[in-house]
């Protein structure tokens, strides 16, 4: 697997960076890297062409200047790429996610990551809203999916939340591989990593308490009645992976299953949505 870079230099960074961010990811663009002068944007090569930013309005906004540079990052080359941007990160003062080099802040939960060339460090807005979302809720015993697991963190935060089993599935062979890594890593014994997709759940036909979804709002979109199809009457849908101004839509379609929002955190524009019928 090969991904694409774009570093942007973005004046002013704000409100111009939010709104970049929101188009790159509705053209495919997976994860965002904070910078100084602007912010790394990646999407995966076989997802990309030389026109993919001919869309993107913001870039023609004469209130914003904004430049970048491209360059292609293999796999080999992963790794010193994401040390370069990775620092530990704490959630409310209560759970760490760092890297093995990282020192161990001595709090309550301590997640030890090795990203390599999967998405989902902790940094990104929606993983952090959502580890918020189970730090907050009683997991123990609930059997629960992590849908788009990335590097496997909701997962193995699930299991230290006491849930169990958990599985965990990604379409990406390579969060497929550094799931499985993470999640010995990390000493969880109730997590399964599967490499697919929805069909992975139309196959299984499994029903759990707990579903986690932090993917994007298409896939969202398209995948909601599975998702819907292996929750427990009384479940709880975490959704993220969209902004603020997409709730609306997100509420449309949930509302066909009989689901609600019940509980909403925002981060930067970002949100992410707790669900119950």
């Known amino acids: 697997m090969v991904y694409i870079s774009y570093n942007f230099k973005v004046e002013p960074k704000e409100p111009a960076s939010e709104i970049l961010i929101a188009e790159l990811g509705y053209a495919g663009f997976e994860s965002f890297v904070d910078t100084e002068v602007g912010f790394q944007a990646f999407i995966q090569k076989e997802e990309w062409n030389e026109h993919i930013l001919d869309a993107i309005f913001v870039l023609n906004n004469d209130e914003f200047k904004i430049s970048y540079e491209i360059e292609e990052i293999a796999q080999a080359n992963w790794n010193s790429e994401w040390e370069k941007n990775f620092e530990a990160i704490q959630v409310d003062g209560i759970v760490s996610i760092r890297a093995p080099f990282h020192e161990d802040p001595k709090l309550q939960y301590d997640i030890v990551i090795e990203p390599k060339m999967s998405f989902g460090t902790g940094h990104h807005e929606t993983t952090h809203m959502m580890v918020q979302h189970l730090n907050a809720m009683d997991l123990t015993g609930k059997k629960t999916l992590d849908m788009g697991c990335g590097t496997g963190i909701l997962a193995i935060f699930a299991e230290m939340k006491g849930a169990q089993p958990i ?23 109730h997590i399964t990593i599967w490499e697919g997709d929805a069909e992975v759940l139309r196959k299984r036909k499994e029903v759990y308490d707990v579903i986690i979804a932090n993917i994007n709002r298409n896939i969202l979109m398209s995948d909601m009645d599975t998702y819907v199809g292996c929750l427990e009457q009384s479940g709880t849908l975490l959704l993220s992976g969209f902004y603020k101004g997409d709730i609306p839509v997100i509420e449309s379609e949930i509302s066909k299953f009989d689901l609600k929002v019940e509980k909403v955190i925002e981060r930067n524009n970002w949100v992410a949505l707790k669900c119950r019928r």
């Open 167 to 189: 599985d965990a599935i990604d379409i990406d062979n390579w969060c497929y591989l550094n799931s499985i890594e993470n999640v010995d890593r990390n000493n969880a014994k």
